[in-house]
């Protein structure tokens, strides 16, 4: 395998478990891109955003998207927001074959509910604790980027399995 497989998509979407189920299948090595920010800087993200804020957690996002499309053939899952850069994007795109998960809102809400693992969604004070109004308005304003992957899959009605196969058969056409 050339390239590498990289899954986009918001919050919720189901990138790091596909991804880890997907690397399996297809023998390679994975990566989740929260998991090496918080590996190399010792912090997880959500402590992250705390300390030092979210324009810091980007920085070190976009650090991590330089080092990890270096390698190739592996699978990489990202973070919801990763594509929101454009210079991420471009070097996602150019190094790999960009697939984006979909969920719809209701699945989004009750599969992000867990308050202290999201700060995005947490520190979304505009929309005063509102989480259904801040994650409508994130996923509007993000349409734009993640409608560039090569592929969309909608995970809500389908298992795990069904949804690797579905990106196989897109991989093998
Ligand atoms: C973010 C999504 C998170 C993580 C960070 C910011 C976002 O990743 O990168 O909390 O801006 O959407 P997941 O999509 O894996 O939750």
């Not at 990890?68 to 471009?90: C, P, Q, S």
């Not at 599969?111 to 509007?140: F, M, Q, W």
Request: aromatic share 6%; proline share 2%; with cysteine.
């Amino acid at each position: 395998m050339k390239n590498n497989i990289i899954l986009i998509g918001f919050m919720g979407t189901g990138k790091t478990s596909i991804g880890k189920i997907l690397a399996t299948k297809l023998g390679c090595a994975f990566i989740d891109l929260d998991q090496k920010i918080e590996a190399d800087n010792k912090m997880s993200i959500p402590k992250i955003f705390e300390k030092y804020g979210e324009t810091h957690f980007r920085e070190l996002e976009r650090q991590a998207v330089k080092e990890v499309v270096k390698r190739h053939g592996i699978v990489i899952a990202t973070g919801g927001g990763t594509i929101k850069d454009a210079e991420n994007l471009r070097l996602l795109k150019e190094n790999g074959v960009v697939i984006c998960l979909t969920a719809d809102i209701d699945e989004i809400l009750s599969r992000t509910s867990t308050k202290g693992e999201r700060p995005v969604l947490d520190n979304k004070n505009e929309s005063h604790g509102d989480r259904r109004l801040a994650i409508e308005k994130l996923l509007e304003e993000r349409k734009q980027f993640y409608d560039q992957a090569d592929y969309k899959v909608d995970t809500k009605n389908w298992s795990p399995l069904q949804i690797i196969e579905d990106i196989c058969q897109y991989l093998n056409r």
